[in-house]
């Protein structure tokens, strides 16, 4: 990716708690695309996500970190943003790919089986 920072426009606005970290993902083509997430690694941040967020603040998307596989769901609770969930394990392999996007607040998303 190189560069001086991480992808995406500059003078993003990050959410309080949160990271940030830059992102390759490869298509079945072979093209890359780099991008730059907001990273929930603790356990409020994690719980809090992107609720209530109307605006990314130039970021693609917000990663979810835990220290060890665990296992549970995501809310779409009082999250405005059309959003799309993909699973991946410790080593970073996906692990289910998208399947969903903007579905209804009172959804809740089911972790791999």
């Known amino acids: 990716m190189g560069g001086a920072g991480p992808p995406g426009p500059g003078g993003r606005a990050g959410l309080p708690g949160t990271g940030e970290t830059a992102a390759a993902v490869t298509a079945a083509d072979g093209s890359v695309a780099a991008c730059c997430l907001l990273v929930a690694s603790e356990s409020e941040t994690r719980r809090r996500g992107l609720m209530e967020v109307t605006d990314l603040g130039g970021y693609a998307g917000m990663l979810f970190v835990w220290e060890a596989d665990t296992a549970g769901g995501f809310w ?29 607040t009172t959804t809740r998303v089911p972790p791999t089986t």
């Open 76 to 104: 779409m609770r009082n999250t405005p943003a059309p959003l799309s969930i993909a699973w991946y394990g410790a080593e970073a392999s996906s692990c289910r790919p998208p399947t969903w996007s903007r579905v209804a």
